[in-house]
């Protein structure tokens, strides 16, 4: 059974084309949410709520699905040495799915599979900075079993378990013997969450959630020089994150949010590739950020709803340990949207435009020195339907 379990996850996995993120964490998981900045943790009122606020499955007093998917269109220049080098500029594909239903008039329990994490660059054969990337993929796919609970007519909670499943591929030059010129793993992991939502009125509601680091000790084979092929494992890892969250309804026809959440990247810190030639140290160091997130929407009499936000998302990537496969910077998201809502069906759609701009300096051994800039476009769309 577990062998079955794990094979299902894995091929969802791997029609999941990893992308860049913040850091390599991928926050948005819902049109209805992405097209308001991603703003949406007091308000999560759908089966998405089972990646956002578990708390609020309460909300729901029939079963609920969502189907849906995002596609990024990836854009990453650097320049380094007077040359300007491109990434990868294809299209990425990540799948969403979120089941909800009601046990009792207090007992909601919810089910779904997305991509909370991932990256994808491909830098080539020969850039300046070949001895720290060339390629850099990890594809991630969460199955999530939470349950949510309703304290008393104001107040929820909710939590529940996710199962990951992680597979990385990183590729450089080798800079001495031994060192290694690729490595390809994967294993499984298990995360926990736990959130609430209070709604004291009609128009107030605040939303908290926390979501647990998940460890994994990923098995494969590394290339090492001077070696051949060996077998490798290498200690990895995916943060732990803490959200919050106020939601305004003055009356039926517009909502608001805002949103802030911590991202606790310092517990990224050194990762060990364990091999036969010798155990080798990868640094990331990296830095906990926040994500800040505002958004709003506007409903109208005949179903239809159009909404609006902003995103901004700190680096956590310190330039001392700077590295051209992950290329973080502060960011900042541009996004829209539209859906409409029928009987027992809605739909909604999401645009995003992503930017950013960051000089370099103080890398490894200076060979990442020089000038990196972003710029994505994403779209979302998913169908909700009610039983």
Known sequence: MKKQVCL????????????????FYIPVQAPEATARGNAWLATADSA???????????????????????SILLG???????????????????????AAVPINEKLVAGFGLNTPFGLGTNWGDSPPFKFLAMETKLTYVTGWAVLGYKLTDTLSVGG??????????FTKAPAFLTDFSEFTGHDEGVSWTLSTLWKPTDQHAFGLVYRSKTDFTLDGDAQVLGVGSQSAKLDFMTPSTLGAGYAYTPCKEWSFE????????????????SKASGNQSIPFNWNSNFIYSVGG??????GWNVSAGYNF???????????????????????????????????NFAYQYAFSDRDVSGSPFGLADGKFKSRFHGLMFDCNWQF
Request: negative net charge.
């Open 76 to 98: 990453l220049e650097g320049e380094v040495g007077g040359k300007t080098y491109s990434a990868n500029d294809n299209w990425a594909f990540l799948p969403q799915i979120y």
């Open 313 to 347: 998302i700190e680096n956590s990537q310190p330039a001392s340990t700077f590295n051209p496969g992950v290329a973080d910077a502060n960011r900042h998201w541009l996004n829209c949207g539209v859906g409409r809502k029928y009987e027992s069906m809605k739909w």
């Open 258 to 273: 805002a949103n802030i959440e911590w991202v606790n990247w310092d517990e990224l810190n050194s990762l060990t590739l």
């Open 160 to 169: 529940g378990i996710g199962v990951s499943y992680a597979d990385a591929k």
């Open 297 to 302: 929407t506007r409903y109208f009499d005949n």
């Open 48 to 70: 998405a709520a089972v990646y956002y606020n578990a708390a609020g499955l309460t909300q729901l007093d029939s079963p609920d699905v969502v189907v849906g998917a995002y």
């Open 8 to 23: 299902a996850i894995s091929t969802f996995a791997l029609t999941a084309i990893p992308m860049l993120g913040n850091g």
